[in-house]
C-alpha cells in the first residue's frame, strides 16, 4: 500500500498556529481522500515554524468502481421518455439497456452504470490545491507580484514550496506536481535556514525526517519540546537553580525554532527588588524566556533560560550575552513603571473633583490612580458608563452587602474605592493579567490595611471553578458587591451569555458568587441585593428601566444546579427543592444536601413511593372530576388506618414546619420520616374507591394532605424513582 | 565605512546595501510623524499599481516614550530605516537577512527569529501580517506584508522593512546604553556620541510632551489640521470634464494628515485624552487618511493614468 507525504514549506508561520494548522491539513486531506473513496490506515502530522507536514501511510491506491443501477421507463412507454432515459443514464441505445421485470408494473428498462475508480494520484492532485486555497488560518495574507490580480493566493504568511510524493513501501515515490499559484508541488525541500539552506531531495516520510534531523531540523514539535524541557533542567540544576515551568511557554518556544538549543543568561541582581510577578512577566510575554529560582525558594534568580536557533560558532556566549541585555533593559522598563507608579501624577488639581467623589487622599499614589481614573472617563462599558460610575455602584451595593456578611464597613469602603486604581497603573497598562496583584502591592506600600490590600487583589476572586475562594469578609463583601453589579449591569442592558458566546464571562461570575456564597456560608438572599445594584445603575442611567430579577435569579439557578451536580448532587433533587423564587443560595443547597441523605435511605425510599402513589391517585381522580372534600373530616373515618394517618400527618406537618423555621432541615426530614408506617398501613388496609362518596372524597382529601405535607420540605414528584 | 564603529557608518551601509537592491534613497520627511510608515514615500506609495522601491531615515517621534533621558533604551525621538519595495520580491526574507550580514550580523553567531507580530495603524487604517525580528533576543526590525492602508486593499501587496536604527547599532557597537553609542566615528577628543547629540534634547522634550505642552493650543491645532486637510482634498478633487480627471492636491492634504496625528500623539502623552475620546481622535485621523488614499488613487503616482499591460 502507498505513502504520500506532504510538505507546505513557508515563511515563519506564528507559533500560536502551528499545532491547528497540522491538525487541520491532517482532517482535510484525509476528509478528501476518503470521501473520493479511498482508504489508508494511519496518518500523522508534523510542524515546525516553517513547514507543516502530513504523512499518510497504507493509501490505496486505486479507489473502487461504483456500481449504480438507474431505474428507466416501462418498455411500453413513449419514444420521448425513452430518448429522456438513455440520454440520462448515457447509454447509446436501447441494446445496453437491461428489462426488468416487476409483476405489478410490468416490464421496465434499467441502466447499468459503471463509474470507473479513479488513480489515487489522480483523486490527491485534485484535491489538494482546493485545499490550500481555502486552508482555515484564522488570520492570512496575500503577497508578491500575484496579489496585483484578485483571487490570489491566501496563506498565514508567503508559501514558499509544496513536497508531495506518492509510493509503496521499498518502491521509488513519484512527486504529484499540481500546482496553486505557480507553486508545482515537487520532492525537494530545504532544512534549517541558517545551517542548511541547501535543497533536499526527499522520497516518503522516513527519509524526509532523517534528512531534515541531518539538516538541522527536528520536524516533530513533541520531540523539541522534550529537548527543550529537558535541557532547561539540566542547565539550570547545573548551576544549582530549579526551572520554573511554564507549560504555555514550552509550547510557544517548541513553535518558534526548528533546532532548539538551550543557553542560561542572566541580570543583575539588583532588578530582584522588583516583584517576581513582574519580572516572570517580562521575561516571559516579551523575551519568550523561562525564569529559574535556588530551590525551594519564593522568589526568582537572577539567571533566566533562552532557546535558541541555532549552533552558534562560539557555543552561544554572544547569544546569551545579547539575551541578557535585552532582558536588562526590559527589566529596567519595568523598574521605572513600578518606581513610576508610587510617585505622584502630574497635574494633581484636576483630580480634586473625583478625590472628593470617593473620599481619597491626593497624597497617596494609589488614590491619585483611582483619581485619575474617574476624571480620565475611562469606560467600562459603552451602555453601562465609565469606571468611575462603576466603582460607585459597586461600593453603594458593597455598604448593603457589608451589613449582611458582618464585613467591616470602613474597610469594604476603602477597598472597593481602591480596588480598580490600579487599571490606570503603568505596571497593569504593560501587563493587564497583574491587574489586582498590582493593586494589592502598591497598596501595602503606601500603608492600607492589610484587609484592605488583600481585597484589592482578591476582589477578582474566584475566577473559576479551582481558584482560591477569598475567605476574609472585607474581601468576601467586595468580590460578591464587583460580581453582582457586573451581573445585574449587563442584564439591564440584555447583554446576557448565549450558547458558548460569553465575552464578559458572567457564567463564571455567577459561579463566583455562588462559590462565595456556599463556600463562605453567607445567607444572602439574592433578590434584594438585585434591587441594591439596580437601583444605583438606574440612578446614574434614568434611561434603563429593564426589570431583570427574575430571569437573573433563574439564571442564578441554572448556574447553582451545573456547581451542585459537580458536586455529586442529583438533578432531580435540585429541582424538587428549588422553588422559582428561592434565592437563598446556602438554604437551597442544604435542602438538597437533607433530602439527598434522606431519599438514599430506606425510611425516605419508602415515603417517597407511598407518597407519590397517593398524588399519582389523586391526581388521576382530580383528572376524571371525582370529587374531594375541602378538608378531611374525622367523623367519616371508618377504619383505625385512616385515623393514625390523620393524626402522623398533623404532628409531622408541625415538627417539619417548626424545623424549616429553624432552618434545620435534617430534623425536618426526620419528622416526615415518621409517615412511612402510617402510609403504608394506610395503602394496605383502606380502599380509597368507597362506594360512599362522600367518604371517598375523604380520603382523597387525606391523600391531599400527605402531598402537602412532604411538600414542607421538596416537591416529591420531581424526584424519580 | 565600518557599520560596527558609527552609527552613521549603520547609516550609510544600509543605504548601500539597498540602493544596490534598486530602492531610490531618499531623505527624510521633513515632518514631525511617529514612525516611518507615515511618510508618503511608504503610506500613499503603497497604494496603486506601480511598482515602488525605496529606502530611507526617518526620525519618528513617540511622545509617551520619553523618559527623561534616564532610560538606556527608550526614546521618545529615534530613528527608523525603512525600506518599501512593491509588489514584495519572493525572497523578501533573504534580502533583509543579506542587509544583517551587510552590517556585520553573522546569522551562525546570532540568533535571527521572525516573531510573530501583526502590524496595524489604526489611524492610518492600515494592516498586515509580518514578523518581528530578533536578533538574540532583541527586536531589531519589523517586517510587514502591507494588506491595507488607508483603508484600501493594497493590490499588489507591498513588503515594508523598518529597522529600529538606535538598537541596531547598540548591537553592533556593543554598547549597553543608547547615549554611549558612537555617532561619527572618531575617537578621544573628536569622537561624537549619540548622547552628545541627543540626550539634552531628550531630556527637554520629555518635559515638553508630558508637562509643558500646551493642551488648548493642541487641541485648536488639531481641529486646524483636520479642517485643512479636508478643504485642500476638496479644492483639489477633479472635475467633470475628460481633462480634468486627476486630483491635484493629495500630497500637501497628506501633510495636515500627519500633523493631525501627531498633535494627538502629543495629547495624549499630556494625560488629556479619555478612553471613549481616544478612539474618536484615532477615527478622526483614519477619515482623514482614508480621504488621502482615495484622492491618491486619482493621481499619476497613484496609478490612474498607467496602463498594467504596458508595463
Known amino acids: 500500500m502507498p505513502d504520500l507525504l506532504i510538505e507546505l514549506r513557508s515563511e515563519e508561520i506564528p507559533a500560536r498556529m502551528q499545532r491547528k494548522a497540522a491538525g487541520d491539513l491532517k482532517k482535510l486531506v484525509t476528509d478528501a481522500l476518503v470521501e473520493a473513496g479511498l482508504t489508508y490506515e494511519g496518518a500523522r502530522e508534523y510542524w515546525t515554524p516553517r513547514r507543516l507536514a502530513l504523512d499518510i501511510r497504507g493509501l490505496t491506491a486505486r479507489s473502487a468502481d461504483l456500481r449504480e443501477e438507474r431505474k428507466g421507463p416501462r418498455i411500453d412507454a413513449n419514444e420521448k421518455a425513452i430518448e429522456g432515459f438513455l440520454r440520462a443514464a448515457g447509454l447509446s441505445s436501447l441494446s445496453e439497456a437491461h428489462v426488468h421485470n416487476d409483476p405489478k408494473k410490468g416490464d ?12 489515487a494520484e489522480e483523486i490527491i492532485a485534485d484535491v489538494m490545491p482546493a485545499i490550500i486555497r481555502d486552508f482555515p488560518w484564522p488570520k492570512s495574507m496575500r503577497s508578491g507580484a500575484a496579489s496585483a490580480k484578485p483571487g490570489s493566493l491566501r496563506w498565514v504568511r508567503p508559501l514558499q514550496s509544496i513536497v508531495c510524493t506518492f509510493g509503496a513501501e521499498h518502491d521509488e515515490t513519484k512527486v504529484i506536481p499540481f500546482e496553486v499559484d505557480g507553486i508545482v508541488a515537487s520532492n525537494i525541500t530545504y ?118 536557533n541555532i549552533e552558534a560558532k562560539d557555543g552561544g556566549k554572544e547569544i546569551a550575552h ?63 458608563g465609565t469606571q468611575g460610575e462603576r466603582v460607585a455602584r459597586i461600593r453603594s451595593l458593597a455598604a448593603a452587602l457589608a451589613r449582611l456578611t458582618g464585613a467591616d464597613a470602613a474597610s469594604v469602603d476603602r477597598a472597593v474605592v481602591l480596588a480598580k486604581a490600579d487599571l490606570r497603573t503603568e505596571a497593569v497598562g504593560e501587563f493587564p493579567e497583574l491587574q489586582g496583584i ?73 459561579l463566583g458568587v455562588i462559590r462565595l456564597i456556599l463556600e463562605g456560608s453567607a445567607r444572602l438572599p439574592l433578590l434584594p441585593c438585585f434591587d441594591v445594584a439596580l437601583a444605583a445603575l438606574k440612578a446614574q442611567r434614568p434611561d434603563i428601566r429593564a426589570e431583570i430579577s427574575a430571569d437573573l435569579l433563574a439564571f442564578f439557578h441554572d448556574r ?162 | 565605512m565600518n557599520p560596527k564603529r558609527s552609527f552613521q557608518a549603520l547609516i550609510l551601509t544600509l543605504h548601500n546595501y539597498w540602493a544596490d537592491k534598486g530602492c531610490a534613497v531618499l531623505q527624510p520627511y521633513d515632518m514631525e510623524v511617529g514612525a516611518g510608515t507615515f511618510h508618503p514615500a511608504t503610506t500613499l506609495r503603497a497604494l496603486g499599481p506601480k511598482p515602488w522601491r525605496a529606502a530611507y531615515v526617518q526620525p519618528s517621534r513617540r511622545p509617551t516614550d520619553g523618559r527623561y533621558g534616564e532610560n538606556p533604551n527608550r526614546l521618545q525621538h529615534y530613528y527608523q530605516y525603512q525600506v518599501i519595495l512593491k509588489p514584495n520580491p519572493s525572497n523578501l526574507q533573504e534580502l533583509y537577512l543579506g542587509s544583517l550580514e551587510a552590517i556585520g550580523l553573522d546569522p551562525l553567531l546570532h540568533d535571527i527569529r521572525f516573531v510573530e507580530d501583526d502590524w496595524e495603524s489604526p489611524t492610518l487604517g492600515a494592516w498586515g501580517l509580518g514578523w518581528e525580528c530578533w536578533c538574540d533576543g532583541m527586536e531589531v526590525s519589523q517586517f510587514t506584508y502591507f494588506q491595507q492602508v488607508c483603508g484600501i486593499e493594497c493590490s499588489p501587496v507591498s513588503g515594508e522593512l523598518t529597522y529600529g536604527l538606535e538598537r541596531l547599532a547598540m548591537y553592533v557597537q556593543g554598547v549597553d546604553n543608547v547615549y554611549d553609542l558612537n555617532f561619527n566615528g572618531r575617537e578621544g577628543a573628536e569622537k561624537i556620541s549619540y548622547g552628545d547629540v541627543f540626550l539634552q534634547a531628550e531630556q527637554e522634550y520629555s518635559r515638553h510632551n508630558f508637562e509643558y505642552a500646551n493642551t488648548a493650543m493642541l487641541h485648536q491645532h488639531f481641529i486646524d489640521a483636520e479642517k485643512e486637510c479636508l478643504a485642500l482634498l476638496a479644492a483639489g478633487a477633479p472635475g467633470d470634464s475628460s481633462n480634468n480627471r486627476l486630483h491635484k492636491c493629495v500630497f500637501p492634504a497628506y501633510d495636515q494628515c500627519i500633523k493631525a496625528s501627531h498633535v494627538f500623539n502629543l495629547l495624549d502623552a499630556r494625560g488629556v485624552i479619555s478612553v471613549t475620546e481616544r478612539q474618536s481622535y484615532i477615527l478622526r485621523v483614519r477619515t482623514l487618511a482614508k480621504a488621502c488614499g482615495e484622492a491618491f488613487l486619482l493621481t499619476e503616482a497613484g496609478g490612474a493614468n498607467w496602463n498594467r499591460e504596458a508595463a
Open chain 1, 438 to 510: 498590582m493593586g494589592h502591592k502598591y497598596a501595602v506600600l503606601q500603608g492600607e490595611a492589610a484587609a484592605v490590600a488583600d481585597a484589592i487583589e482578591d476582589h477578582y476572586k474566584p475566577q473559576g471553578p479551582s481558584d482560591r475562594v477569598p475567605t476574609d469578609p472585607v474581601s468576601a463583601t467586595v468580590a460578591l458587591a464587583d460580581k453582582l453589579d457586573t451581573l445585574v449591569g449587563f442584564w439591564a442592558i440584555d447583554e446576557k451569555p448565549t450558547g458558548s458566546k460569553d465575552p464578559y464571562a458572567l457564567r463564571r461570575a455567577a
Open chain 1, 108 to 119: 421496465f428498462y434499467v441502466a447499468h452504470i459503471v463509474k470507473p475508480g479513479r488513480e
Open chain 1, 191 to 308: 532544512g534549517h535556514r541558517f545551517h542548511a539552506p541547501e535543497a533536499i531531495t526527499v522520497r516518503r516520510f522516513a527519509d524526509y525526517a532523517e534528512k531534515l534531523e541531518k539538516a538541522k531540523v527536528v520536524i516533530d514539535a513533541e520531540r523539541r519540546k522534550e529537548i527543550i524541557s529537558a535541557d532547561a533542567h539540566n542547565v539550570a540544576f547545573a548551576n544549582g537553580l530549579e526551572l520554573v515551568e511554564d507549560e504555555g511557554l514550552l509550547e510557544e518556544v517548541a513553535g518558534l525554532v526548528e533546532w532548539p538549543r538551550v543557553l542560561m543568561g542572566s541580570f543583575e541582581e539588583s532588578y530582584l527588588e522588583i516583584p517576581s510577578e513582574i519580572i516572570r512577566l517580562t521575561i516571559k510575554t516579551n523575551q519568550k524566556c523561562f525564569v529559574t529560582r535556588k530551590p525551594g525558594a519564593e522568589t526568582l534568580s537572577n539567571r533566566f533560560i533562552l532557546v535558541s
Open chain 1, 560 to 721: 447553582l444546579k451545573v456547581y451542585l451536580r459537580d458536586l455529586g448532587a442529583r438533578y432531580d433533587l435540585i429541582d424538587a427543592v428549588l422553588a422559582p423564587d428561592a434565592d437563598d443560595l446556602l438554604m437551597i443547597a442544604r435542602r438538597v444536601e437533607a433530602l439527598t441523605a434522606f431519599i438514599t435511605a430506606e425510611e425516605g425510599r419508602n415515603l417517597l413511593t407511598g407518597t407519590k402513589r397517593a398524588t399519582q391517585i389523586l391526581a388521576a381522580e382530580e383528572k376524571k372530576g371525582t370529587e374531594v372534600a375541602e378538608s378531611v373530616d374525622e367523623a367519616l373515618f371508618r377504619l383505625d388506618a385512616e385515623r393514625t394517618l390523620h393524626a402522623s400527618i398533623k404532628v409531622a406537618s408541625d415538627d417539619a414546619r417548626d424545623a424549616i423555621v429553624k432552618e434545620d432541615f435534617r430534623s425536618a426530614m426526620q419528622a416526615l420520616s415518621k409517615l412511612r408506617a402510617p402510609v403504608d398501613d394506610f395503602f394496605n388496609d383502606v380502599l380509597v374507591n368507597d362506594e360512599d362518596k362522600a367518604i371517598r372524597a375523604n380520603r382523597l382529601a387525606l391523600l391531599g394532605l400527605i402531598r402537602s405535607a412532604t411538600g414542607e420540605v421538596a416537591d416529591f414528584s420531581k424526584i424519580s424513582g
Open chain 1, 322 to 384: 545579547g539575551n541578557g541585555k535585552v532582558v536588562r533593559a526590559r527589566l529596567s522598563d519595568a523598574a521605572h513603571f513600578w518606581k513610576r507608579d508610587q510617585s505622584d501624577l502630574p497635574d494633581l488639581e484636576t483630580l480634586t473633583a473625583s478625590a472628593e467623589k470617593f473620599g481619597l487622599d491626593l497624597k497617596k499614589p494609589l488614590d491619585q490612580r483611582m483619581a485619575k481614573l474617574d476624571a480620565l472617563n475611562v469606560t467600562f462599558h459603552a451602555k453601562l
